[in-house]
């Protein structure tokens, strides 16, 4: 398993990048996402990575971060969700949008992937809901709760509801929760809790 590739860019078209390390270039698929915050043709980089091995066929798939890796992972674990449909589907969704659309039951932000119809998108929503209620975690009108954690209210437990989407228990995100401006978006607290969880 390849973990990471750290080198230099010598390519990029949609949805890939070709990094060279040590004298080899390693064509990673990749997302617009991802495409967006790396740097010049020419300059070095570093991605996350995740091996798909088939009969026919051995891919690399790159992210710039470690949450996005996670999202790719989680979404091709749902039926019928392949890696062309979950870059396809993080090209238009942020990690905290996706974890949004999915605690929100907002089927309708993952037809605007290419490949992605309704019905796709709507199972997409119901497994991964399913794997949050398999953490503990269930939403009751006007909060979340955890079997295991008392939580606080507002986005900043909305917030701890839609990181459980992306595989993190309550107890993991609360921790890093602690400096942050309740008064923020959902969105915007899912974001500075997955970079505080990326520091560590």
Same mark, same amino acid.
């Given at each position: 398993?390849?973990y990471?590739l ?12 070709v990094?060279?390390c ?5 064509k990673?698929?990749?997302t617009m996402?991802t495409?967006?915050?790396?740097p010049?043709?020419g300059?070095k980089?570093m991605l ?6 088939r ?9 710039a971060?470690?949450?996005e ?9 749902v039926s019928?969700?392949g ?10 969704l ?10 929100s ?5 993952f037809?605007?992937a290419s ?13 991964l ?6 953490l ?6 006007g909060?979340?709760?955890a #079997? ?6 507002g986005?900043?437990?909305k #917030?701890v509801?839609a ?11 609360t921790p890093?929760m602690?400096?942050i ?7 915007e ?6 970079r505080?969880i990326?520091?560590?």
């Amino acid at each position: 398993m390849i973990y990471s590739l750290n080198g230099t860019i010598i390519l990029t078209e949609p949805n890939a990048v070709v990094i060279e390390c040590g004298g080899v270039g390693y064509k990673c698929l990749t997302t617009m996402n991802t495409l967006r915050v790396l740097p010049k043709t020419g300059e070095k980089a570093m991605l996350y990575t995740h091996m798909i091995v088939r009969e026919d066929a051995v891919e690399l798939c790159g992210f710039a971060d470690k949450s996005e890796l996670a999202c790719f992972r989680i979404l091709t674990g749902v039926s019928g969700v392949g890696a062309k449909v979950a870059i396809a589907i993080l090209s238009v969704l942020t990690p905290e949008q996706l974890a949004l659309a999915v605690s929100s039951g907002d089927s309708k932000a993952f037809t605007k992937a290419s490949g992605v119809g309704k019905k796709l998108a709507e199972r997409i929503t119901l497994e991964l809901r399913d794997k949050v209620k398999k953490l503990g975690v269930t939403e009751t009108p006007g909060e979340i709760t955890a #079997a295991s954690a008392v939580l606080p209210q507002g986005n900043i437990s909305k #917030a701890v509801g839609a990181l459980a989407v992306l595989g993190y228990s309550p107890e993991e995100v609360t921790p890093f929760m602690g400096g942050i401006d309740p008064s923020l978006s959902v969105e915007e607290i899912i974001g500075q809790t997955l970079r505080a969880i990326g520091k560590k």
